[in-house]
């Protein structure tokens, strides 16, 4: 029912959990959903409760607990999500369809987020966990840089406090833009043996930033292998093109709605800038004339005020320092200012206010206009949720652009890792087959024979079915990294093949022994071998598979593949490789073609 539960004293009252097998597993798995609210003290409703018990429960509800087969869900639903109240649910299907109208004015919290319901179960490179992360600031883009110092201070002060960061650097500019609303503060984290993992600490300080009005933090961790030099807030990139600039921002935002409405997404955000204040000086030229004012001394007098102009040099003994003209801070706050600036007139050799030779009009437009190839472009930057794919990331980002009607003059992209993982989901499939093309060939020409290479390449679909499993028990993507696993996989596997197809041919043809006679002679005399072989690759790769040292992300995915694809197919091999050896030998002849020596002598 309705009641208050401190999370830090851990005590639940009242009859939420009642009717559950498990309460106390139940109540802590909710709990640590909960916790990512970043709610000190919560009042939970569980949603076992009847409708008319829910409508007079909700309303003091900090969080509403939904369960999958709950009856009468409408109303209390439709009730808490027009108030915002936060929602942990674990239904999906139809009723999923009805979240998305609803989920614009509640919080959508997963309560049972599974990851192995991937869509698409491949990425690129591993995320590594280096410790360092790199966060972009970003406020409104009229904001003064006084003003976007002291939320850049507070974001510091929120990062210094953490317990997982070691230390940080906060500037203010720079980075992916040069506007004076951004700002960046690399973060450096403690040993991982003194803190938590990269995502949870990521997770945390996003909970911390949302403390800050009027400022946006996105943060994404440093990799020591990037592909791509684009430099955007977040990891991956998605471009809109078009030659007509203005369209393209209209339908960018479009999309950063579907894509801010799904929880797989983090960070998402745009380069454009297209909020920033101006004032549109319009000068009166005949009235410049006559006062013997020129176009030029007017950009003169406005870059001396506001363009920061180096006019001078002081050396000293142990530095150097530049001395810029500009007008002073409370003179550049409004268009106003512009009143105090004056400009000499060669007509009366005499100060003139510029506000007599020209009108200011304050307006909105655009600070930057990103290209990309000479067409004005728009990137959208995201990252992943923890647990997320990125083959699920893409398929989602094309859904949404067919739900939003994309025009055909939108020409679309994707840029850094995205772009290079888009590009290689085909290559890896290629370089697979061909691979296997090249294996066939060579053993083709050694055993002679067109049937006996498909005896040794039948054991290896097991060993790709038990590296991808492996790679799923653990919760890793099919990344390139683990593709190389697999390679690795098709020249180790076979050779439990090879060790007894050969033993077998040589048998046949030199022995006169029947295939059955032959196969069983190779299993019992090479089996020792096989498993010694097998046993050494396995020992080797699980250093690799536990992901024992710095930067190990990047290749655990490779000793995971290994070791899995070596465990599987290892019984699998023993058992069917005989069975198809016997199988396709009626299909393989005589074998090699033996010539006479009297024939030989001829030649």
């Known amino acids: 029912g309705s009641h208050q539960d401190n999370m830090d004293d851990k005590v639940l009252k009242g009859r939420g959990l009642r009717g559950e097998k498990n309460p106390e ?38 969080v509403f607990v939904f369960p999958t087969k709950a009856e009468g869900w409408g109303l209390p639903l439709i009730e808490a999500a027009a108030t915002g109240l936060p929602l942990i649910t674990t239904f999906y299907s139809a009723q999923t369809e009805f979240l998305q109208d609803i989920r614009s004015s509640c919080v959508f919290v997963p309560y049972e987020l599974k990851p192995n319901n991937s869509l698409e179960y491949q990425g690129f490179f591993p995320e590594e966990d280096i410790g360092q992360i790199q966060a972009t ?18 974001a510091a002060a929120l990062v210094n406090t953490d317990p997982n960061v070691d230390s940080s650097i906060s500037v203010v500019g720079g980075g992916a833009s040069s506007g004076t609303n951004t ?35 996105y943060m994404r961790p440093v990799q020591n292998l990037q592909l791509g030099g684009k430099n955007s807030k977040s990891r991956y990139q998605f471009i809109l093109q078009s030659v007509g600039f203005e369209g393209v921002n209209e339908w960018a935002d479009k999309l950063m709605q579907k894509m801010r409405a799904d929880s797989m997404f983090r960070d998402v955000t745009s380069d454009s800038q297209l909020k920033g204040l101006n004032v549109k000086i319009d000068i009166n030229r005949e009235k410049a004339a006559s006062a013997g004012v020129t176009i030029a001394d007017i950009r003169t007098a406005l870059y001396a005020s506001y363009g920061e102009k180096q006019v001078s040099t002081i ?46 009009t304050r307006t909105v437009g655009p600070t930057a206009v990103n290209h990309q190839g000479q067409i004005p472009a728009v990137t959208i930057s995201f990252n992943l949720a923890p647990d997320v794919f990125l083959g699920d990331a893409t398929k989602k980002i094309e859904e949404y652009t067919k739900q939003i009607d994309l ?15 888009k590009s290689n989901q085909s290559g890896q499939l290629i370089l697979i087959f061909s691979a296997l093309g090249v294996i066939y060939i060579l053993l083709g020409v050694l055993y002679e024979s067109y049937i006996h290479p498909l005896t040794i390449l039948a054991g290896l679909p097991s060993a790709a079915i038990g590296a991808i499993l492996a790679l799923r028990i653990f919760g890793f993507e099919l990344t390139v990294i683990a593709s190389i696993g697999i390679l690795l996989l098709i020249g180790i596997v076979k050779k439990n093949a090879i060790l007894m197809i050969d033993f077998a ?21 090479r089996f020792r071998p096989i498993m010694m072989t097998t046993f050494a ?17 990047l290749r655990q995915p490779l000793g995971i593949s290994v070791a899995g694809g070596l465990v599987f197919p290892q019984f699998v091999t023993l058992i069917i490789t005989p069975v198809i050896y016997l199988y396709l030998d009626k299909y393989a002849g005589n074998g090699p073609m033996e010539i006479p020596p009297s024939v030989l002598e001829g030649t």
């Not at 909960?34 to 000190?40: A, G, K, M, Q, Y």
């Open 505 to 525: 041919l040589d048998a046949q043809r030199t022995k006169g022994m029947t295939p059955d006679q032959a196969i069983r002679e190779a299993c019992i005399l």
């Open 315 to 360: 050396y000293t003994p142990v530095n150097t320092y530049y001395v810029i003209l500009e007008a002073a801070e409370d003179d550049r706050q409004f268009e106003t200012d512009l009143n105090k600036i004056y400009v000499r007139g060669r007509a009366t050799d005499k100060l003139i206010p510029l506000s007599s030779l020209a009108t200011f």
């Open 537 to 553: 690759a396995l020992m080797g790769a699980l250093p690799i598979a536990l992901g024992i040292g710095a930067g190990a992300e």
């Open 25 to 62: 597993a139940k109540l802590s798995e909710l709990k640590s959903k909960i916790n990512s609210l970043s709610v000190d003290n919560i009042n939970l409703i569980w949603g076992h409760q009847k409708p008319d018990e829910l409508i007079n429960l909700y309303r003091s509800a900090d």
């Open 407 to 421: 025009p055909p003059s939108i020409i679309t992209s994707y840029g850094g890792d995205a772009a290079v993982f």
């Open 183 to 217: 700002g960046r503060i690399f973060i450096i984290l403690k040993d991982k043996a003194d803190r938590q993992k990269m995502s949870k600490v990521m997770e945390g300080l996003r909970a911390k930033f949302k403390e800050i009005p009027g400022l946006q933090v």
């Open 137 to 154: 600031t970003e406020a409104s883009e009229d904001i003064s840089f006084k003003a976007m110092l002291a939320l850049q201070d507070q």
